[in-house]
């Protein structure tokens, strides 16, 4: 297959790299100097169960609507920022123009796939999450990944279900598998939004305020009270979509944040790096449901703040 990954950071990066040693065409968007880099000498990967390091075949994203055409691209993953789907959907709309081509989205929150069916077409659209992974690139063209990384799919809830979109879900969860991708199936990809939410609603926010890790968040007596309050909120939140999930749906992905391999958080990366964290995207979709639902999120609303404050101060 002819795999196009927008946004080959730590994830897309490390799940391309993944489908091209599995033997697919695979063209990498990216920007700066990790771009120069994969142009000039590839990309690294370095996982504690498997490496890979060879050329690649790297775009920067306007050298990819001006020179590329959409023709031929069997599906396109989506892995920047939640904070650009908005400003992207419509530069990609124009450049696929009538071509079908898919989009998988594998990025932080629960609004990704809304603002892509609004801009391409539901038909289009495919909800998806990348789960029990760390990655991050630890140097242009360097990617270093921990983690089984697995990959959840499914179509979008309001795109009309046809045999051919479920064939094309098929084919990519074999596809993936047999690239050294889990993936799994699933029949109701926002309730599995909504659970990566919780887990990074606990911990993405606070990891970003405090400089810890997942690990140390979740195992400090204090702080870990704070992480289940804040996966919690989430929960209860999900109901605004429709989404129902329990205590024991908590409890579950606490203890799954709890004893994975500890990483740093996207978000903590990012504020370390002075980037423009997904505060919006992670608390805010948090707080937003809160108030439709008339229910108070008070860890939420608090670690919103700081962080907020802490942000603004840093310029």
Not at 129 to 148: E, K
Not at 240 to 249: F, H
Request: hydrophobic share 45%.
């Amino acid at each position: 297959m002819h795999f196009l990954i927008i946004g080959a950071g730590g994830i897309g990066g490390y799940y391309g790299a993944r489908l091209q040693a599995g033997g697919h065409q695979v063209v990498f968007v990216a920007r700066g100097t990790h771009l120069l880099a994969l142009q000039a000498r590839g990309l690294r990967v370095n996982h504690p169960e498997w490496r890979f390091d060879a050329p690649v075949r790297a775009l920067s994203m306007e050298q990819l609507f001006r020179d590329t055409s959409p023709d031929g691209v069997d599906l396109i993953v989506l892995c920047i920022k939640a904070i650009d789907t908005g400003v992207f959907a419509r530069q990609l709309a124009e450049w696929l123009g009538d071509c079908p081509t898919p989009v998988l989205s594998l990025q932080n929150g629960v609004d990704n796939e809304k603002v892509l069916a609004d801009c391409l077409g539901e038909e289009r659209v495919l909800g998806g999450l990348a789960v029990r992974i760390g990655s991050h690139l630890t140097g242009p063209g360097v990617i270093d990944a921990v983690g089984p990384a697995q990959v959840v799919m499914g179509q979008w809830p309001t795109a009309a279900r046809t045999a051919k979109s479920a064939d094309l879900i098929r084919k990519l969860d074999a596809v993936f598998n047999e690239a050294g991708i889990p993936a799994r199936v699933t029949d109701n990809i926002q309730l599995e939004l909504w659970r990566k939410l919780v887990v990074n609603n606990g911990v993405n926010p606070l990891s970003a305020l405090t400089c810890l890790d997942t690990g140390a968040l979740s195992h400090d007596p204090g702080l870990s009270r704070i992480v289940y309050g804040m996966m919690a909120e989430a929960a209860a939140a999900a109901a605004a979509d429709g989404v129902m999930l329990t205590e024991a749906d908590c409890t579950e992905m606490f203890e799954l944040i709890r004893n994975f391999d500890p990483i740093k958080t996207s978000m903590l990366v990012d504020f370390e790096h002075n980037r423009t964290l997904e505060l919006e995207e992670i608390c805010g979709a948090v707080l937003a449901r809160s108030r439709r639902l008339r229910r108070e999120a008070p860890y939420t609303f608090t670690v919103y703040q700081l962080l907020r404050l802490a942000t603004t101060r840093r310029g």
